[in-house]
T-cell receptor, first 114, second 111 residues
Framework: EAQVTQNPRYLITVTGKKLTVTCSQN?????MSWYRQDPGLGLRQIYYSMNVEVTDKGDVPEGYKVSRKEKRNFPLILESPSPNQTSLYFCASSSTGAPNEKLFFGSGTQLSVL | QKEVEQNSGPLSVPEGAIASLNCTYS??????FFWYRQYSGKSPELIMF????GDKEDGRFTAQLNKASQYVSLLIRDSQPSDSATYLC???????????FGAGTQVVVTP
């Protein structure tokens, strides 16, 4: 089954403790991206990657890192999480990132930073 | 000012009626526009995309784009209770890869 898999589904952590949210897709997609969703603000793009080894900032990259060492994986790294990074995170992918392509979303990761 | 603006709602629509959702965007160079539906606790799913001025119809959904007014809308005809969800407007600004979402409009279809 074609899918984008995020792990974990829920995560509670404390301020300053490094964490990684994994994202993997099995569709051989070139394009992957990360979003956070907060009430009243909608989805905001954190980072995106047009292909392996190429990443670029979205609208809210501060406090986040990503890496794209292989096509299928695009982990989101929070080196020193803070409470304002408490949010619902979505990973998504599409074939090439072209404007007319459907974006496939993962199921989301609910992160709470205490 | 947010780049993509939507009324948050909730928009209450009787079953069988037409739901009309609006979205405005600030980047005049934007070329591609999308409507996503998101059920509570779920991930967004694409309903429609539109690139050209005018209307685009897909089943009960019609997207309308007016680039001069920087306005895109979604009409849902014959609304059903299963249409109750949050509808997200999304825009690709002038660079590929970036995607900007509005905050979403909650639609509630009442039987």
């Amino acid at each position: 089954e074609a899918q984008v898999t995020q792990n974990p589904r829920y995560l509670i952590t404390v301020t300053g403790k490094k964490l990684t949210v994994t994202c993997s897709q099995n569709m051989n997609h070139e394009y992957m991206s990360w979003y956070r969703q907060d009430p009243g603000l909608g989805l905001r793009q954190i980072y995106y990657s047009m292909n392996v080894e190429v990443t670029d900032k979205g609208d809210v990259p501060e406090g986040y890192k990503v890496s794209r060492k292989e096509k299928r994986n695009f982990p989101l790294i929070l080196e020193s999480p803070s409470p304002n990074q408490t949010s619902l995170y979505f990973c998504a992918s599409s074939s090439t990132g072209a404007p007319n392509e459907k974006l496939f979303f993962g199921s989301g990761t609910q992160l709470s930073v205490l | 000012q947010k780049e993509v603006e939507q009324n948050s709602g909730p928009l209450s629509v009787p079953e069988g009626a037409i739901a009309s959702l609006n979205c405005t965007y600030s980047d005049r160079g934007s070329q591609s526009f999308f409507w996503y539906r998101q059920y509570s606790g779920k991930s967004p799913e694409l309903i429609m995309f539109i690139y050209s001025n005018g209307d685009k119809e897909d089943g009960r959904f019609t997207a309308q784009l007016n680039k001069a007014s920087q306005y895109v809308s979604l009409l849902i005809r014959d609304s059903q209770p299963s249409d109750s969800a949050t509808y997200l407007c999304a825009v690709i600004p002038d660079s590929w890869g970036k995607l900007q979402f509005g905050a979403g409009t909650q639609v509630v279809v009442t039987p």
